[in-house]
């Protein structure tokens, strides 16, 4: 079925630590031009643990979309907001799920909290669900387990800060290894020469989302660096 028709299908857009709905701004444009009906809210990032805002935040989407008269719902995501998505599915069901595009999540957490979480600064800044996504099994990305839903992951490899980057192995966006923003489960993944910062904005990365949403699949016919 093409996109233009599924005025009953809603998109619930959710941005990463510390950003607000602005950020998620150029997506919903497009996503609304495609015919989807769309949910972009601001939800307090840096003020609660990740377990509160997953159920808090989610549920008022899904009541938003309640009132639209949603019959199909898909998930956008950017960063943090990932991982708020799989704590919720965690716990609760969501009957009408179809398809997730997660944006630079920190599925494996990341080394950059690791490293800098200790410092009181980090945790004035960025609140109490920052120190959750680290990479030790004692960490929550680590606890949520594999994904039973279809999910597609874009990682950005670009980055303009270096040197949060060389806290990180290998390829990364900055914020968030390559590698760390897999997650057993995905349907589908690809990179994006974007950093973590504005993959949110980036045509290619815009482009490859509603492939995803419409196909289940990512568009695999350009190279990565092109």
Known sequence: MAAT??????VILLHGLGRTRRSMLVMEKKLRAQGYQVVNINYPS?????????????????????????????FVTHSMGGILVRHYL????????????????PNQGSEVVDRLRHIPLFHWLHGPAASQLGTSG??????????DFELGIIAGIRSIN????SLLPGQNDGKVSVENTKIEGMQDFITIPSTHTFMMRNP?????????????RFDHTHPAHA
């Open 138 to 147: 004692e960490d929550l990305p680590q606890q949520l387990g594999a994904v």
């Open 5 to 10: 028709s599924l005025n009953d299908e809603c």
């Open 204 to 216: 290619r990365v815009i482009d490859q989302v509603v492939h995803f949403l419409q196909f289940g």
């Open 46 to 74: 840096r003020h609660m643990p990740i377990d509160e805002l997953a159920m808090v935040v989610i549920d008022q989407c899904l009541a938003i979309t309640h009132k639209l008269g949603c019959h199909r719902l898909d």
């Open 162 to 165: 270096p040197l949060l980057s």
């Open 90 to 105: 965690r716990h609760q069901a969501i009957e009408q799920l179809h398809r997730v595009v997660m944006l630079g999540p």
